[in-house]
């Protein structure tokens, strides 16, 4: 007994050790730019000076100013759409039965399996060459959303595979029209995949630079503006502006995180 004991305790040991070391890998590099964006000097940082010129040097310039509006605009508009893409194919892969039912599935995803850089120019060589389309929002919040409909549509779907689709049938039964039936029933159970695949989808538009850069033109977003300034060095500001970034993507988690545990977000349909 005491040399199973033993191992095992060697094994959770192990194990903790592990875990702990990926947490570092992970977890580190962020820190270390949050600590940086309030040291003075951003070289040798140690030991720490605390300083907020980087956050000031942010604030001042209307560039950041300008990319941080633009980044705004397009991630809403592009979480938005994909959302609705990613909530009428889910709803209609799981009610519809078809022997199509398969390649449907397999379209909806199949962007997660593209890289970013190749939608970001197949957008733009269509645009460009079929639609006669210039480089603009309105492009870039299209171009973002087909990744951000295959992120939302697997959210979503994870939560329809449970959904008692005789809720729906018994409506109709008693006169309710197909779009009082989905206001009334279905959005309700299934507002909290739809809400995390908006946030998902306004996070991934937010930071993407390889989709948004070949359809924008010269428009500025965020990751542009900080990919640009890299031809003149790491500035302070950049740190800044990577703490803030990171501060807004764990805040939503978080927020996310407090309405799971509160119950006022539930995934998964608890009907009987």
Not at 138 to 167: C, E, H, K, P
Not at 227 to 234: E, M, P, V, Y
């Amino acid at each position: 007994m005491s040399a199973q004991r033993t191992r095992a305790g060697v094994a959770t040991a192990s194990m903790s050790i592990g875990l702990a070391a990926i947490y570092v890998f992970l977890y580190a590099p962020i820190l270390y730019v949050i600590y940086t964006s309030f040291a003075a000097d951003i070289i040798w940082p140690f030991p720490m000076s605390l300083t907020l010129s980087a956050y000031d040097d942010l604030f001042s310039s209307s560039l950041y100013g300008e990319a941080l509006a633009n980044s705004l605009t397009l991630a809403t508009g592009s979480a938005a759409l994909a959302t609705v893409l990613a909530a009428g194919g889910a709803i209609g892969v799981l009610r519809y039965r078809s022997r199509r039912r398969g390649l449907v599935l397999f379209l909806f995803i199949a962007p997660l399996f593209v890289a970013d850089l190749l939608i970001g120019i197949s957008v733009l060589a269509f645009n460009a060459r079929v639609l006669g389309l210039p480089g603009n929002l309105i492009s870039a919040m299209a171009a973002n959303a087909v990744q951000g409909t295959s992120f939302g549509f697997l959210i979503i779907l994870a939560q329809l595979v449970r959904y008692n689709w005789d809720m729906d049938d018994a409506a109709m039964v008693f006169g309710a029209r197909p779009w009082r039936c989905f206001w009334e029933i279905t959005l309700p159970t299934i507002w909290p995949s739809l809400l995390g695949a908006y946030l998902i989808s306004f996070i991934l538009a937010f930071n993407n630079l390889e989709i948004s850069f070949y359809n924008l033109g010269a428009i500025p977003t965020l990751p542009s503006v900080a990919w640009g300034s890299l031809r003149f060095g790491l500035g302070p500001e950049l740190f800044a502006l990577a703490a803030l970034v990171n501060f807004f993507v764990f805040a939503v988690f978080a927020v996310m995180y407090g309405l799971m545990k509160t119950g006022l977000v539930k995934f998964g349909y608890r009907g009987r």
